[in-house]
């Protein structure tokens, strides 16, 4: 767990499962949500009894951990939530020895997502045309954790 100012990250537990459910589009299976908490690979951001904030990850060819999604409730944005959640899930990739963090944003999204992954540490590292709906592409990009 890790207290930033008056919020608190820490790893979704099953009592969190309604609400990533709730505001993750692409979380439709409870129980494949339930087996992502149990490997902490869900964290989430506290005010109080609320959560504002979300994280998921996610592994491309089971090794090479990626963002699936980053998420901070409008009302709580630019406060440093995001950030608290991006190094809070660093810290346990790097105590698991990975070297990289994978993120992607929409190619039509260069403000705010592409530039907060750019304040972020994030570079740039490739691109899918027409990948998602409409034809739009994304934008990939990676960040050591070497340092």
Known sequence: MKTVGKFKVRFATNSDLAWCMKHDSEAKNAARMRYKIALNEIAVTE???SI???I???YLWMKI???GLILVLP???RQGIGRAML???ERKLRKKWHKVLLSSSQANEPYPSQAWHRAM???ECGII???NENGIGEVFFRKSLLS
């Open 47 to 49: 005010l109080g009894r």
């Open 52 to 54: 504002v904030g979300y």
């Open 56 to 58: 998921r990850l996610e």
């Open 65 to 67: 951990p990626y963002i």
């Open 75 to 77: 009302k709580y944005r």
């Open 87 to 89: 190094k809070f899930m």
């Open 121 to 123: 540490g994030f570079e």
């Open 129 to 131: 045309s027409g990948i």
